[in-house]
């Protein structure tokens, strides 16, 4: 590693693990919470997920076809 390596954060490049985003995630929603009740944090837990979702669609990880084929009838032809 490099000098500039262990200062990444110079050139803009962060990265947060997923135990770190968890922590994050938890420690804003029960700070939600306490300030501003649980219906607003239930709330901002369902508008969250929705989005993360839709950030995952955008970024080609959802297949969008496959999803719609699931809920589609197949008019009692076998898949």
């Not at 590693?1 to 962060?14: C, D």
């Not at 994050?24 to 300030?35: E, M, R, Y």
């Not at 009740?37 to 969250?48: D, N, R, T, Y």
Request: with cysteine; charged share 10%; aromatic share 16%.
């Amino acid at each position: 590693m490099g000098v500039m390596g262990a200062y990444s954060w110079l050139s803009g490049e962060t990265h947060m693990s997923w135990q770190q985003f968890g922590f994050f995630a938890g420690f804003l929603f029960v700070a939600l919470w306490s300030l501003a009740g649980v219906g607003a944090a239930l709330g901002a837990l369902i508008v969250g997920l929705i989005c993360f979702y839709i950030g995952r669609v955008l970024d080609g990880d959802v297949n969008v076809g496959e999803i719609v084929e699931r809920f589609t009838p197949s008019n009692g032809k076998p898949r």
